[in-house]
């Protein structure tokens, strides 16, 4: 599986838009992109995914370019709330074997300030 | 609807002792993950269920780690004997199987609170 690449931190203020980019160069083309959210204390939790261009749910948007070799996680107006660390992973279309597991870096731990 | 439930939360032990911790997943979920938390880290897969079928133990330390999953329903991850460098949050998650909605494998995983272990 493609390995990503993300800023270790970040820091914002309540009400601006949060960006982080994550770099996935390797990435296949059964690879699809997901991130998820962790609060302390708590298990991850699914946020977003997406294969190419450009998909928005209730929590937030993912752009995808289309050489597909990086990904943006879009947080409009954050708050303090949003104060979490947010993990990019590749995981590869299919079922069976491996196919499907996620593998989890560091992520980015983001710090929403008042 | 209830979430993805482990127990204990929390637990404290001596080195050499052993421990269990166990996962009761989403209901009709049959995809059942063990993942390990060291801190400032990402979970890592330990292993993955398929009903009570282990699909993916490559990353379980199979000298002192056991999991079972008898009825492909709620789950046992044990360790026999700890160690110290065993001290981390154990994380249970499930995920339906199959074509989602999308057309593809959709690996949504659902994860618990997670089990603290704590090796003295």
């Known amino acids: 599986l493609a390995k990503t690449t993300q800023p270790i931190s970040m820091d914002s203020y309540e009400g601006q838009e949060v960006n982080i980019t994550c770099s996935h160069n390797?990435?296949?083309?059964?690879?699809?992109i997901t991130w998820y959210q962790q609060f302390p204390s708590q298990g991850p939790r699914f946020i977003i995914q997406?294969?190419?261009t450009k998909v928005t749910n209730e929590v937030a948007s993912l752009f995808i370019p289309a050489d597909r070799k990086s990904s943006t996680l879009s947080l409009p107006r954050v708050s303090l709330s949003d104060t979490a660390v947010y993990y990019c992973?590749?995981?590869?279309?299919?079922?069976?074997?491996?196919?499907?597991?996620?593998?989890f870096g560091k992520g980015t731990k983001l710090s929403v300030k008042p | 609807e209830a979430g993805v439930v482990q127990s204990p939360r929390y637990k404290i032990i001596e080195k050499k002792q052993p421990v269990a911790f166990w996962c009761n997943p989403i209901?009709?979920?049959?995809?059942l993950y063990w993942y390990l938390q060291n801190l400032g880290q990402g979970p890592e897969l330990l292993i993955r269920?398929?009903?009570?079928?282990?699909?993916?133990d490559s990353q379980l330390p199979k000298d002192r780690f056991s999991a079972e999953r008898l009825k492909g329903v709620d789950s046992t991850l044990k360790i026999q004997p700890a160690e110290l460098g065993d001290s981390a949050v154990y994380l249970c998650?499930?995920?339906?199987?199959?074509?989602?909605?999308?057309?593809?494998?959709?690996?949504?995983?659902?994860f618990g609170p997670g089990t603290r272990l704590t090796v003295l």
């Open positions: 209901s009709g979920h049959n995809t």
């Open positions: 992973l590749v995981a590869r279309r299919g079922y069976g074997g491996s196919q499907g597991n996620l593998i």
């Open positions: 998650a499930s995920s339906t199987s199959g074509t989602g909605e999308r057309g593809w494998a959709y690996n949504e995983q659902f």
């Open positions: 269920y398929e009903n009570e079928e282990a699909v993916d």
């Open positions: 997406g294969y190419k």
């Open positions: 390797n990435i296949a083309t059964n690879d699809y």
